[in-house]
Every structure is written in structure tokens, then in C-alpha cells.
């Protein structure tokens, strides 16, 4: 193939709005997989079960078909991009292998937060955008009514529009032959020495690591030795590749992190600039990941090795803490990547683990102007030592969009003002003349801590599920923040330390107080319940004293019974964590964790 008949596309979209199901049709259609007899289909190109389960895809993949089209054959490479805010940063890399984008809205839904997001995202990728409307066969669908609001929403001209079925494939053909005749081809020179961009890694259990590169210049030959213009690391090619295509090199590398993504490759010998990388991707969300049964964690370490070939944005520390034990310390990037995490280390690895309250990283700004990330609560500075020498805390903040009917403003404005959301702007999304249905676009700058917890269920329930939101990173924000330590009996259990703004301090202390008192059992003794910050008390409860004796109730006699009871409660003992002088079963920390 040369790079004239090739088509390097990805299809964008808000969750749901049809991305697997048109690239399944689409594959269908050129041959690329057979069609599925059954209605059920399962889609190819989420890979992971998880994944495929929460529909959506947090790698990158590829899939090569041929169609044949104004008499020639030509190569379509389609590129998957991830379909949620988390992975953010990773659409922007896919999009970088591309020429085109098929930009993909539901018929019965319309332009969501995420349609905006990745459509400015393609858009100054300067790539060509093919409006695609799907799901025109619902009842509910308002082809007209959306068309409209596309045009002005994304300023494109209306004719440009392709109105589809992905479920049907209804209108399909048209979408094929729009990628062959309205995306350009590659620029690319096949004279000329070897520039491959690496813009995705995968880990295969038989194959290592999987680089997926998109060729610039050049042709690549099987057995060619290539270099790494960032690792300076030599691997030998396994596969052909022409200028224009996107493919798969499985080069003999170990681990993942070898394969720098954003890196140029070229062929030994002939050295080539290389192009503008991608800055690293950053981990927002932090939680520390303990084994239920403390003796696992060597076993649950491994787990996570393993995991964490496959999905290198996952960061990862060890940790240790007097109330869990020996554990360790991941970074995400963001909510939803945590849980598929969490539910891949459980499905596939058969996993035990307790995870601690996500918290984002916070900066230490000192005297002398240093800077420092703490990305454990733990480790976050008590203000009321004389000799402190941070000057300043700032909390990363991001830019929220939420887009929400008219009827359901007012809540999300106070659902936003009640988590420190600031800069609040708010206007109506341009449908068209014809706007039957009115829906506002609320922007506003708030603290990534205030929507690593429940801020999507929460924007979700007080709108019936219509609201959509999508957020990207807006830097660093001087914060007031304190750190909240939990005392039992005066003394402090770690893994419990959260940070907190001034103004929530009062209500989360009482109520993570006022849930411990409820968990925790009663000793031998009374036990204080303290949330305190620095040495100020902000909350407190006393767990009354319980005398109950296990062997008092059983007969002098039955020395058998009665050891027996003894030993059942020296196993009883085993699970139980002491801090300080207080037992604490550990079922009851799963408890306060749970949420
Ligand atoms: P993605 O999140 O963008 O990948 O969306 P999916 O392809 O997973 O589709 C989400 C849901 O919409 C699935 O239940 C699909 O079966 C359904 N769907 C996709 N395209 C159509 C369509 O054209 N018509 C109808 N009725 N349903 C569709
Ligand atoms: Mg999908």
C-alpha cells in the first residue's frame, strides 16, 4: 500500500454514543471480522473485561481493514481511543497517529460534555472531522433537532453530516467511503530513512512488550535493527511496515517502560530528528491497596507487577502502615481508572485487598521556594510545629464543563458551590434556531478532591442521569488544608489521615468520628474517639467500657469448654490490629474504608 490509499482515522465520542458498536460494523463490512449471527455482539475492539463491561476502553488499539473504494484498495487503520475523562491524555495521543476523525453523536441524546472535549482535542490535531449522527433508528431519536445543534455547536456545515445506524448498519457504507474521500492521506516519503512515532505500549503474556507505531517516513523491513532516538536501546524489527501505516512492533523488550511513548524510532545507522514527544502521563488519584490477610502481601505485590505491564500510567510505592500492614501505594489517573484496576487485580488475580480513600496530590510550597508532592495524607506536615517551613499548600484544581437541561441549573449550582467550585460561568448550548429543548453549559474551576469521591453520582442522581461532565487539568491552587488525624484512645491511626479544607473540617471530623464510635467495639476499658488537627480537638466521642468476660457465663466445671473458648478467642485474636492500646478487628477498618 502506499501512503496515497492509506487512511489513518479514530471515531471520537461521548460514553456511549456508539464508538464499538460502528467500529464493529465497520470491520463487518470490509471483511475484517465476520458477522455475528446472533444480535448480541461482542465488540472487538474492547479488549478487557472490565473494560468491555463499563464500556469503556482505557487502551489504545488498532485495527487494520481494506475496502475498495473509487477502484483501488485502500488501507483503513483505525485507531481506538479510550472513552473516558480520565483518559484524557491518551485520546490526545491517538489522535496524533491520525489524519481524520469520525466526531459520533447520538441521535436521541446530542452533544454531551465529552462530544465538546474530544472534538477541540481532534480539532487542534488539525484533523479532518467527519460528522456522524448515530442511533437515527430509536424512537426517541431527533435527527433534525441534533443535526442542528452539531452545526452549531461545532460550526460544520450541515450537508457535511452523515445521519447513521451503527446498530443496523444503516448508512455505514456512506461513512466508509466519506474516510476515503474527505480524510487526507498521510504525508510521507518512502525514500527516506526510517521515522516511526511510538504512541502506544501494550504488555502481551507471550509476546513482551507490543510498540505501537505509526510510520512517518520510510520503510520498515522485517529484521531491520531500529533505535529508540530517547533510549538509545536497539531492537529488531518483525513486521513490514510502509510509510502511512500504524502496526505493531513486538520488539524483545521485558518491561513497558522501555517503550517511551512520544518516542521516535529510526533504523541503526540513520539517525533522524526526532519529532515533538508527549509529556509523561500524570497520576491524580492516590490510594493505598492492603491484603485483607497481611501474610498476601508478597503474593499481592506480584499481582501488581503484573498488572501494572499492561497499564503503565499506574504508579506505584510501597507503603506500610501500623493499622494495615505492609501494602502499597498506587497512582491513577483518575476515579474510574482506580476501579478497573481494582476490579482487574480482583478478577484476574484473584486478589483480597482493601483500598484507602483516593486522595489527589497535594504541593508543599517551602521558604526557600522548594517544592514537594505529598501524595500520602500521612505525610502531610502538622502546622502547629514552630519551626514549619512550608509557606504554602496548593491542591490541584481542574476545569469542570457540565451540560445539563435548564430545569436541573439551579442544582447543579449547588452542588457545584458546595464543593468550592469558583469562576462559575454558565451559557445556553446553541441548538439551532428551532431550540425546543434548552440545555446550558455550566463551566467552573473546582478541586480535583472534591470530584475524586462521589461528585459524578451525585451530578448524576440530582439530575436524572442527564447531566454530563467532563473536566480537564487547570493547574495547581494556593488551599487552605489541614490534616485531619483520627486518635483512639491518644493514639493516631495512620492509614485513617485525610486532608481537609477549613471549611468542611467541623462536619467531616463529627461524622468520621461518629462513625468509628459505631464500627469500633467496645474494650475493657473507655476509649476516646478524637478527629483532631494540629493539637486542636475538632470532634469527640467516648466509647463506653465493656467488662463482659467470655468464660464467666460457662460452669467451674467444664474445663474443656472452657479452654476451648479460651483458644477460639485467641484466634479471634489473631485479626484483630492494636493501636496503642486498643484491639481493633480488622473487619472494622473494611468497615470505615467501605464508605
Ligand atoms: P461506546 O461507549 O461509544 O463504545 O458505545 P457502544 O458502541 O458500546 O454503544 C453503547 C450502546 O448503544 C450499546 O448498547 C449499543 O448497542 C447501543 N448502540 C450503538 N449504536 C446504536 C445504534 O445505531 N442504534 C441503537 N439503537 N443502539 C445503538
Ligand atoms: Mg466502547
Same mark, same amino acid.
Given at each position: 500500500?502506499?501512503?496515497?490509499?492509506?487512511?489513518?482515522?479514530?471515531?471520537?465520542?461521548?460514553?456511549?454514543?456508539?464508538?464499538?458498536?460502528?467500529?464493529?460494523?465497520?470491520?463487518?463490512?470490509?471483511?475484517?471480522?465476520?458477522?455475528?449471527?446472533?444480535?448480541?455482539?461482542?465488540?472487538?475492539?474492547?479488549?478487557?473485561?472490565?473494560?468491555?463491561?463499563?464500556?469503556?476502553?482505557?487502551?489504545?488499539?488498532?485495527?487494520?481493514?481494506?475496502?475498495?473504494?473509487?477502484?483501488?484498495?485502500?488501507?483503513?487503520?483505525?485507531?481506538?481511543?479510550?472513552?473516558?475523562?480520565?483518559?484524557?491524555?491518551?485520546?490526545?495521543?491517538? %489522535?496524533?497517529?491520525?489524519?481524520?476523525?469520525?466526531?459520533?453523536?447520538?441521535?436521541?441524546?446530542?452533544?454531551?460534555?465529552?462530544?465538546?472535549?474530544?472534538?477541540?482535542?481532534?480539532?487542534?490535531?488539525?484533523?479532518?472531522?467527519?460528522?456522524?449522527?448515530?442511533?437515527?433508528?430509536?424512537?426517541?431519536?431527533?435527527?433534525?433537532?441534533?443535526?442542528?445543534?452539531?452545526?452549531?455547536?461545532?460550526?460544520?456545515?450541515?450537508?457535511?453530516?452523515?445521519?447513521?445506524?451503527?446498530?443496523?448498519?444503516?448508512?455505514?457504507?456512506?461513512?466508509?467511503?466519506?474516510?476515503?474521500?474527505?480524510?487526507?492521506?498521510?504525508?510521507?516519503?518512502?525514500?527516506?530513512?526510517?521515522?516511526?512515532?511510538?504512541?502506544?505500549?501494550?504488555?502481551?503474556?507471550?509476546?513482551?512488550?507490543?510498540?505501537?507505531?505509526?510510520?512517518?517516513?520510510?520503510?520498515?523491513?522485517?529484521?531491520?535493527?531500529?533505535?529508540?532516538?530517547?533510549?538509545?536501546?536497539?531492537?529488531?524489527?518483525?513486521?513490514?511496515?510502509?510509510?502511512?501505516?500504524?502496526?505493531?512492533?513486538?520488539?524483545?523488550?521485558?518491561?513497558?517502560?522501555?517503550?517511551?511513548?512520544?518516542?521516535?524510532?529510526?533504523?541503526?545507522?540513520?539517525?533522524?530528528?526526532?519529532?515533538?514527544? !508527549?509529556?509523561?502521563?500524570?497520576?491524580?488519584?492516590?490510594?493505598?491497596?492492603?491484603?485483607?490477610?497481611?501474610?498476601?502481601?508478597?503474593?499481592?505485590?506480584?499481582?501488581?507487577?503484573?498488572?501494572?505491564?499492561?497499564?503503565?500510567?499506574?504508579?506505584?510505592?510501597?507503603?506500610?502502615?501500623?493499622?494495615?500492614?505492609?501494602?502499597?501505594?498506587?497512582?491513577?489517573?483518575?476515579?474510574?481508572?482506580?476501579?478497573?484496576?481494582?476490579?482487574?487485580?480482583?478478577?484476574?488475580?484473584?486478589?483480597?485487598?482493601?483500598?484507602?480513600?483516593?486522595?489527589?496530590?497535594?504541593?508543599?510550597?517551602?521558604?526557600?521556594?522548594?517544592?514537594?508532592?505529598?501524595?500520602?495524607?500521612?505525610?502531610?506536615?502538622?502546622?502547629?510545629?514552630?519551626?514549619?517551613?512550608?509557606?504554602?499548600?496548593?491542591?490541584?484544581?481542574?476545569?469542570?464543563?457540565?451540560?445539563?437541561?435548564?430545569?436541573?441549573?439551579?442544582?447543579?449550582?449547588?452542588?457545584?458551590?458546595?464543593?468550592?467550585?469558583?469562576?462559575?460561568?454558565?451559557?445556553?448550548?446553541?441548538?439551532?434556531?428551532?431550540?425546543?429543548?434548552?440545555?446550558?453549559?455550566?463551566?467552573?474551576?473546582?478541586?480535583?478532591?472534591?470530584?475524586?469521591?462521589?461528585? !459524578?453520582?451525585? %451530578?448524576?442522581?440530582?439530575?436524572?442521569? !442527564?447531566?454530563?461532565?467532563?473536566?480537564?487539568?487547570?493547574?495547581?491552587?494556593?488551599?487552605?488544608?489541614?490534616?485531619?488525624?483520627?486518635?483512639?484512645?491518644?493514639?493516631?491511626?495512620?492509614?485513617?489521615?485525610?486532608?481537609?479544607?477549613?471549611?468542611?473540617?467541623?462536619?467531616?471530623?463529627?461524622?468520621?468520628?461518629?462513625?468509628?464510635?459505631?464500627?469500633?467495639?467496645?474494650? %475493657?476499658?473507655?476509649?476516646?474517639?478524637?478527629?483532631?488537627?494540629?493539637?486542636?480537638?475538632?470532634?469527640?466521642?467516648?466509647?463506653?467500657?465493656?467488662?463482659?468476660?467470655?468464660?464467666?457465663?460457662?460452669?467451674?466445671?467444664?474445663?474443656?469448654?472452657?479452654?476451648?473458648?479460651?483458644?477460639?478467642?485467641?484466634?479471634?485474636?489473631?485479626?484483630?490490629?492494636?493501636?496503642?492500646?486498643?484491639?481493633?478487628?480488622?473487619?472494622?477498618?473494611?468497615?470505615?474504608?467501605?464508605?
Amino acid at each position: 500500500f502506499t501512503p496515497d490509499v492509506i487512511r489513518n482515522f479514530s471515531i471520537i465520542a461521548h460514553i456511549d454514543h456508539g464508538k464499538s458498536t460502528l467500529a464493529d460494523r465497520l470491520l463487518e463490512l470490509t471483511g475484517t471480522i465476520k458477522k455475528k449471527e446472533s444480535g448480541k455482539n461482542e465488540q472487538v475492539l474492547d479488549k478487557l473485561k472490565v473494560e468491555r463491561e463499563r464500556g469503556i476502553t482505557g487502551k489504545a488499539q488498532t485495527a487494520s481493514m481494506v475496502h475498495v473504494a473509487n477502484g483501488k484498495p485502500h488501507l483503513l487503520n483505525l485507531i481506538d481511543t479510550p472513552g473516558h475523562v480520565d483518559f484524557a491524555w491518551e485520546v490526545s495521543r491517538s %489522535l496524533a497517529a491520525c489524519q481524520g476523525a469520525l466526531l459520533l453523536v447520538d441521535a436521541s441524546q446530542g452533544v454531551q460534555a465529552q462530544s465538546i472535549s474530544v472534538f477541540h482535542v481532534a480539532q487542534e490535531r488539525g484533523l479532518t472531522i467527519i460528522p456522524v449522527l448515530n442511533k437515527i433508528d430509536l424512537p426517541a431519536a431527533q435527527p433534525e433537532l441534533i443535526a442542528s445543534q452539531m452545526t452549531a455547536t461545532f460550526g460544520i456545515n450541515p450537508e457535511d453530516i452523515l445521519a447513521i445506524s451503527a446498530k443496523t448498519g444503516k448508512g455505514v457504507e456512506a461513512v466508509l467511503q466519506a474516510i476515503i474521500d474527505r480524510i487526507p492521506a498521510p504525508q510521507c516519503k518512502d525514500d527516506a530513512p526510517v521515522k516511526a512515532f511510538l504512541f502506544d505500549s501494550l504488555y502481551d503474556r507471550y509476546r513482551g512488550v507490543i510498540s505501537l507505531v505509526n510510520i512517518q517516513d520510510g520503510i520498515l523491513r522485517k529484521g531491520d535493527k531500529i533505535a529508540s532516538c530517547h533510549t538509545r536501546k536497539k531492537e529488531e524489527a518483525t513486521d513490514i511496515l510502509c510509510p502511512g501505516q500504524v502496526g505493531y512492533i513486538a520488539c524483545n523488550m521485558k518491561e513497558s517502560s522501555e517503550a517511551h511513548i512520544g518516542d521516535t524510532l529510526h533504523r541503526v545507522g540513520e539517525p533522524v530528528p526526532p519529532m515533538p514527544g !508527549f509529556k509523561p502521563s500524570k497520576a491524580m488519584v492516590y490510594a493505598g491497596i492492603f491484603p485483607i490477610d497481611t501474610s498476601d502481601f508478597p503474593k499481592l505485590e506480584e499481582s501488581i507487577k503484573r498488572l501494572t505491564l499492561t497499564d503503565r500510567s499506574v504508579t506505584v510505592t510501597r507503603e506500610s502502615s501500623s493499622a494495615l500492614g505492609q501494602g502499597c501505594r498506587l497512582g491513577f489517573l483518575g476515579t474510574l481508572h482506580m476501579d478497573v484496576f481494582r476490579q482487574r487485580l480482583e478478577d484476574e488475580y484473584d486478589a483480597n485487598i482493601i483500598i484507602t480513600a483516593p486522595t489527589v496530590p497535594y504541593k508543599l510550597v517551602y521558604k526557600d521556594g522548594k517544592e514537594k508532592f505529598i501524595s500520602n495524607p500521612t505525610d502531610f506536615p502538622d502546622f502547629n510545629e514552630s519551626s514549619i517551613r512550608v509557606t504554602e499548600v496548593q491542591e490541584p484544581v481542574v476545569k469542570a464543563s457540565i451540560i445539563v437541561p435548564e430545569e436541573y441549573f439551579g442544582d447543579m449550582m449547588e452542588l457545584c458551590y458546595s464543593r468550592r467550585a469558583e469562576e462559575l460561568d454558565h451559557r445556553y448550548l446553541s441548538s439551532g434556531p428551532d431550540a425546543s429543548s434548552s440545555r446550558i453549559i455550566l463551566t467552573c474551576v473546582i478541586p480535583l478532591s472534591e470530584i475524586v469521591t462521589d461528585f !459524578f453520582d451525585q %451530578l448524576k442522581g440530582r439530575s436524572s442521569g !442527564f447531566a454530563s461532565f467532563d473536566y480537564e487539568d487547570a493547574g495547581y491552587q494556593k488551599s487552605d488544608l489541614r490534616k485531619m488525624v483520627f486518635l483512639l484512645n491518644g493514639k493516631p491511626v495512620d492509614a485513617l489521615a485525610l486532608i481537609v479544607h477549613r471549611s468542611a473540617q467541623d462536619t467531616v471530623g463529627k461524622s468520621w468520628v461518629k462513625k468509628l464510635h459505631k464500627v469500633i467495639p467496645r474494650q %475493657l476499658f473507655e476509649v476516646p474517639i478524637q478527629a483532631v488537627i494540629g493539637k486542636q480537638v475538632i470532634s469527640r466521642e467516648t466509647l463506653p467500657a465493656n467488662r463482659a468476660d467470655v468464660t464467666a457465663g460457662l460452669y467451674g466445671g467444664h474445663y474443656e469448654r472452657k479452654l476451648k473458648h479460651l483458644n477460639n478467642q485467641k484466634e479471634g485474636k489473631k485479626r484483630l490490629k492494636r493501636i496503642g492500646t486498643v484491639d481493633l478487628p480488622q473487619e472494622a477498618f473494611f468497615d470505615i474504608l467501605k464508605r
